[in-house]
């Protein structure tokens, strides 16, 4: 009998087993963003992660030399009713792997550079969590399925060792100066010895940036000397 712990991860692999991919652009049926409408998305110019300032590879520009991150690749604008945020809301709530596929196969096109900025250092790549109960309820971390295909990719290891310590409220119904206070430590560095010192962080969106600013200040804490970001898009 299947455990009663995963209620969501099982009603997800049902619902890719049963029901046929449908394109949320033009709602051809065969997969769930086909070709022709992969075409007509726009992908998203490199900019600093603080003040969206375009930079050449997304690298946090001289203004904003005191933000936590490094960089940032992202690789889509997030609008929510188009076709890129109907793939990331059925990656988050239904774990539909396809869309997590395609966003897979764009990285070697659209984020080259994050693991080349490095400077020659093998990074490691390191999803955000998920409070220990939100991701038992959910099934799943969407994050640590981007992170394991973005590992794949650039044969790269995924390291865990952040943590979540407390649980916080949905950032998508807060304000902008909630979300920093939301997330205001939240996170944890749960590891004996230091993080290493090149770290890609993974997340599914960068809106305010609150919750992946808030990560990467506790790995520079505990010792990460170069922190990316990666998102499949960005608000």
Known sequence: MASSKFPGLI???????IFPGFCVGC??????WCEPCQLKTSTLPASCPGCAKPTSLGQTCPDCVSHPLSGLTALFWYREE????QLIRLLKYSLVREAAEFFSRALPALAPAAPAAVGGRAPVIMPVPLYRRRERERGFNQAILIAELCARRWQLSVTPGLARRRATAQQARLSRPERFQNVAGAFVWMESKPPPPAVILVDDVY???????????????AGARWVWGLVLARD
């Open 82 to 85: 188009e076709p890129v945020g």
């Open 207 to 221: 809106t305010t940036g609150a919750t992946m600013q808030e990560c990467a200040r506790v790995l520079r804490a």
């Open 11 to 17: 009603a997800a692999y049902l619902q890719e087993a």
């Open 27 to 32: 709602r051809a049926e065969g997969n769930w």
